[in-house]
């Protein structure tokens, strides 16, 4: 008697454990997603993005806006190297700043074309290919959190998100994102921080000694635009751009072996650039020391003269 009650209290334990595991697995993918951080990732291999959605934005699954995502990191890594396109960069901006920066980067087309001459030719040699990318087969392995504005106070107070989030680079870089997008009293008026606006968070993870960088994108009509500080000015942004170039163009020794690989490193360059996080100290102080003893007379020839 004692052995049949305790059989039937298992099965019945065994029996009520199942129909809760039940419910919790068909409940889980129809849940209400009111915490844009603990949405699952959207697209990326094995890697987990190190920023989330800011509060306001509602997260949304749009696998098809993927493409049209790596098609402006294409077009943004092109440009860096391309002869006379600094302007063409500025255009994978947003329209707040291709405004502030626009008539800066048309004077100042040309800065980069030594450099970029440079990476091509260093390129083809490495790769055996030109320096051009495709949204079909490059980028992929980048994570993607989407979203929709439900809230635009709220998201203008926390956009774009934080490029960085550690190292020695990411306090002023938080610093930088935080300053309002206009010195008025309407910080919306020239962006399309609005509600039902498309937006997206990338994460270019770390690697190579650079820090994992967060890219924020809003959609336009044309597609997705890079949306950085208003605090970066054309000056900066190409000063930025020739620091970085240059120590790709003086090192292809330490690009990545595999070209797809490649592609997500000068990406990374680019973004580090446009988002204004330096170069890793290591990196600053080898080419730092090399300008110098470019510079430096050697003692031999002091003593000649």
């Known amino acids: 008697m004692n052995r049949r009650l305790i059989s039937l209290v298992a099965a019945a334990t065994l029996s009520t454990a199942g129909l809760s595991t039940a419910f919790a697995e068909d409940a889980a993918p129809n849940a209400p997603a009111d915490n844009p951080q603990e949405q699952p990732l959207q697209q990326g291999k094995n890697v987990a993005p190190t ?16 493409k049209s995502i790596r098609e402006t990191f294409e077009d943004l890594t092109e440009a860096a190297v391309e002869e006379n396109a600094f302007d063409d960069l500025v255009e994978r901006l947003v329209d707040q700043d291709r405004n502030r920066i626009g008539k800066f980067a048309k004077e100042h087309a040309g800065d980069l074309n030594q450099i970029g001459q440079r990476i ?13 990318f495709d949204a079909d087969n490059d980028f992929k392995d980048l994570p993607i959190l989407r979203g929709e504005i439900a809230d635009p106070k709220q998201v203008a107070a926390h956009w774009p998100v934080p490029a960085v989030t550690s190292g020695p680079d990411a306090e002023a870089i938080q610093a930088s994102a935080s300053v309002p997008k206009t010195s008025n009293d309407h910080p919306d008026l020239n962006s399309n921080i609005e509600r039902g606006r498309e937006v997206a968070v ?28 208003n605090t970066v000015t054309g000056q900066q942004l190409s000063d930025n751009l020739v620091k970085h170039m240059t120590q790709l163009a003086d090192h292809p020794e330490q690009w990545p072996a595999d070209r797809r690989e490649a592609a997500d490193f000068f990406a990374h360059h ?36």
């Open 51 to 66: 920023a989330s959605l800011p509060p306001g934005i509602k997260a949304k699954d749009n696998a098809s806006d993927n």
């Open 202 to 229: 990338v994460t270019i993870p770390a690697s190579h000694g650079l820090p994992a960088v967060n890219v924020s994108l809003v959609k336009e009509l044309k597609g997705y635009r890079v949306d950085a500080p």
């Open 270 to 305: 680019v973004m580090m650039a446009v988002y204004d996080v330096d170069l890793p100290a290591g990196d600053r102080s080898r080419d730092g020391a090399a300008a110098k003893e470019q510079k430096a007379p050697r003692a031999d020839d002091a003593r000649r003269d």
């Open 120 to 132: 091509k030719a260093a390129w083809h040699e490495k790769y055996k290919d030109n320096f051009e």
